[in-house]
């Protein structure tokens, strides 16, 4: 069955640190890959996509993910996290045909220490 | 700005008692999804249309019930909450099978 194993329930970093955050899929095909993030009490911010071409991929407030195919990986950096970086972030993959269904990870939180 | 609203923001309703939660979007995106989110976890989805064609995920409780009476709107009505219901409920569409976009979510308490 198709997953989405998000290894690191909770990661603190110190303001200004760099980031990484790991997403690894187990799925036959390459699907498509999205990074939300997610502040307390609130609704999901799509961050970044990726669906084909270029295996490095910017996003938004700075981040930036890889996909790697030989391992099934599209994890998360940031060469800077600010303080207002804290927030849960959730890795999802979708098949690319036939189902409009997200497969979730379980999420990261992240907590920045001044 | 286009984007997806969801009202109320918060919702307290007693045991038992219906309740209906809201969502509208200015995206005219044609599929509209709900998920469960409870605290902690990842988002759950309840069920999705696509355009006026309802698609319910196999594990989702009778007691969730949705209308979309238009393209805009869409809303998820709860017949009979029960305290395991209370949770964030989040509103996303998507133009066909491309990317969701979510709303701010509704906390729901059930007292």
């Known amino acids: 069955a198709q997953s989405v194993t998000q290894p690191d329930i909770h990661i603190t970093v110190s303001e200004g640190a760099s980031l990484e955050l790991r997403c690894n899929y187990s799925?036959?095909?390459?699907?498509?890959l999205f990074w939300y993030v997610q502040s307390p009490g609130q609704g999901l911010q799509l961050l970044l996509k990726?669906?084909?071409?270029?295996?490095l991929v910017q996003g938004i407030k700075g981040f930036e993910a890889e996909f790697k195919r030989s391992q099934s990986s599209f994890n998360l950096r940031k060469p800077s996290v600010h303080w207002s970086d804290a927030a849960e972030y959730f890795c999802?993959?979708?098949?690319?045909?036939?189902?409009?269904?997200?497969?979730f990870g379980t999420g990261t939180r992240l907590k920045v220490l001044a | 700005d286009a984007m997806v609203i969801q009202n109320p923001r918060y919702q307290v309703t007693q045991f038992g008692k219906p309740v209906t939660l809201s969502c509208s979007q200015t995206?005219?995106?044609?599929?509209m999804y709900w998920y469960q989110q409870k605290s902690s976890q990842a988002p759950k989805l309840l069920f999705h249309?696509?355009?006026?064609?309802?698609?319910n995920e196999a594990d989702t409780p009778d007691n969730f019930q949705s209308r979309r009476p238009n393209t805009s709107f869409c809303f998820l009505d709860i017949r009979s909450p029960g305290l395991g219901d209370a949770a964030m409920y989040l509103c996303?569409?998507?133009?066909?099978?491309?990317?969701?976009?979510f709303g701010p979510g509704t906390r729901l308490t059930v007292l």
């Open positions: 990726y669906f084909s071409g270029d295996t």
């Open positions: 249309y696509y355009d006026k064609d309802f698609n």
């Open positions: 996303a569409t998507s133009r066909d099978r491309d990317t969701q976009y």
């Open positions: 799925y036959g095909a390459t699907p498509y």
């Open positions: 995206l005219n995106h044609n599929v």
């Open positions: 999802a993959v979708k098949l690319t045909s036939g189902t409009y269904k997200y497969i």
